[in-house]
């Protein structure tokens, strides 16, 4: 192959693939950002919590359904509910559709915590983390190779003092630097 | 044209997505037929030691920040099992708090020193949002779980 044609299928290849893993960079990118930071937030839901206070539930049985619909109504939080639960016998929690009612019976101390999906980004975290498994586990691997082309091409997209003989050079270095540096300092 | 052509294989896939049930399936298939008490279990876990059991019960508490564990209640009050899955392999959702769940696994034993059940106390509180106390800690623990293997939680408690 001659050299011009060769850089003209390094062009095409990497703009094709440029073009096919925008979306896939995208979904990647940001549940990585989110997923970076799990020790400071829930990257998957948003859970908040109100501190509210009832009246002191006295009943023999508190998870009589009566008894649960009763604190709810309290608490304005509806009427249904999945289920109770008793962890000790002071506290009740009540189970509902979007988050749980836990209830200190004897002061009537009652935390409402709801729970709601992070729209979108639980869904990229889901692929990110390859909880799908399965097929997305190949396309996942489809991806990283197809990274490793982009990465490879991009090398030689351009010729003269701004490519890989002049100043990319230059960048390049530092790009693979940096890694090397991280793991000095840290390992 | 091309833009329907891209798309195709998208509402394809789409298509082909398994529809949800009642019942919603995690990891292996359960392959035990008898359901054994969290309560028997509980009440001597050397027993158990080692044994593939399957428990059923009221899935009471999931593990917030990775689905990688879930509790299920037990027949009497303040009982329960913490079922412990890998990590990203299966991944239990918050919203299956309330709901009944029949799990497979393997009752293990895990002994923490003073220092590692301080941290593991530690983990916990960090992963309910809560603040953590240390005298709440007072010297080594032994706690039972299950390995868990697979589940399938129902859509209604």
């Given at each position: 192959?001659?050299?011009?044609?060769?850089?003209?299928?390094?062009?095409?290849?990497?703009?094709?693939?440029?073009?096919?893993?925008?979306?896939?960079?995208?979904?990647?990118a940001i549940?990585?950002?989110?997923?970076?930071?799990?020790?400071?937030?829930?990257?998957?839901?948003?859970?908040?919590?109100?501190?509210?206070?009832?009246?002191?539930?006295?009943?023999?049985?508190?998870?009589?359904?009566?008894?649960?619909?009763?604190?709810?109504?309290?608490?304005?939080?509806?009427?249904?509910?999945?289920?109770?639960?008793?962890?000790?016998?002071?506290?009740?929690?009540?189970?509902?559709?979007?988050?749980?009612?836990?209830?200190?019976?004897?002061?009537?101390?009652?935390?409402?915590?709801?729970?709601?999906?992070?729209?979108?980004?639980?869904?990229?975290?889901?692929?990110?983390?390859?909880?799908?498994?399965?097929?997305?586990?190949?396309?996942?691997?489809?991806?990283?190779?197809?990274?490793?082309l982009l990465?490879?091409?991009?090398?030689?997209?351009?010729?003269?003092?701004?490519?890989?003989?002049?100043?990319?050079?230059?960048?390049?270095?530092?790009?693979?630097?940096?890694?090397?540096?991280?793991?000095?300092?840290?390992? | 044209?091309?833009?329907?052509?891209a798309i195709?294989?998208?509402?394809?896939?789409?298509?082909?997505?398994?529809?949800?049930?009642?019942?919603?399936?995690?990891?292996?298939?359960?392959?035990?037929?008898?359901?054994?008490?969290?309560?028997?279990?509980?009440?001597?876990?050397?027993?158990?030691?080692?044994?593939?059991?399957?428990?059923?019960?009221?899935?009471?508490?999931?593990?917030?920040?990775?689905?990688?564990?879930?509790?299920?209640?037990?027949?009497?009050?303040?009982?329960?099992?913490?079922?412990?899955?890998?990590?990203?392999?299966?991944?239990?959702?918050?919203?299956?708090?309330?709901?009944?769940?029949?799990?497979?696994?393997?009752?293990?034993?895990?002994?923490?020193?003073?220092?590692?059940?301080?941290?593991?106390?530690?983990?916990?509180?960090?992963?309910?949002?809560?603040?953590?106390?240390?005298?709440?800690?007072?010297?080594?623990?032994?706690?039972?779980?299950?390995?868990?293997?697979?589940?399938?939680?129902?859509?209604?408690?």
């Amino acid at each position: 192959m001659s050299k011009r044609r060769w850089r003209k299928w390094n062009r095409v290849v990497h703009r094709d693939l440029g073009y096919l893993c925008v979306g896939l960079t995208v979904v990647y990118a940001i549940s990585g950002i989110a997923v970076n930071h799990v020790r400071d937030w829930n990257p998957n839901y948003k859970v908040t919590e109100v501190h509210r206070t009832i009246t002191p539930v006295t009943a023999a049985d508190p998870r009589a359904p009566e008894v649960v619909r009763h604190i709810l109504d309290e608490l304005g939080a509806g009427s249904s509910f999945r289920d109770t639960y008793r962890p000790d016998a002071s506290t009740l929690e009540i189970f509902l559709e979007d988050g749980t009612v836990t209830v200190e019976l004897a002061t009537g101390e009652a935390v409402l915590q709801t729970v709601r999906d992070r729209r979108g980004l639980k869904e990229a975290n889901y692929l990110h983390l390859n909880n799908a498994r399965g097929l997305w586990t190949y396309m996942a691997d489809i991806y990283a190779a197809a990274l490793l082309l982009l990465a490879v091409t991009g090398l030689f997209m351009l010729k003269g003092k701004l490519g890989i003989t002049g100043r990319g050079a230059w960048l390049t270095a530092i790009g693979v630097a940096i890694p090397l540096l991280f793991l000095w300092l840290y390992m | 044209m091309m833009f329907a052509a891209a798309i195709l294989p998208v509402l394809l896939l789409a298509a082909c997505r398994p529809s949800e049930g009642e019942l919603t399936m995690y990891g292996e298939e359960l392959t035990l037929e008898e359901t054994t008490s969290v309560s028997a279990i509980l009440a001597d876990p050397e027993a158990y030691l080692g044994q593939q059991v399957q428990v059923e019960g009221t899935v009471v508490d999931v593990c917030e920040m990775r689905g990688c564990w879930l509790a299920v209640a037990g027949e009497k009050d303040g009982e329960l099992i913490r079922v412990k899955v890998e990590d990203g392999v299966i991944v239990f959702p918050m919203s299956a708090r309330g709901l009944m769940a029949r799990v497979e696994g393997v009752v293990e034993k895990l002994e923490f020193t003073m220092d590692q059940a301080v941290e593991r106390a530690r983990h916990e509180a960090e992963e309910h949002g809560t603040e953590f106390d240390p005298s709440t800690v007072t010297g080594p623990e032994t706690v039972y779980q299950l390995r868990g293997l697979g589940a399938v939680i129902s859509d209604h408690s």
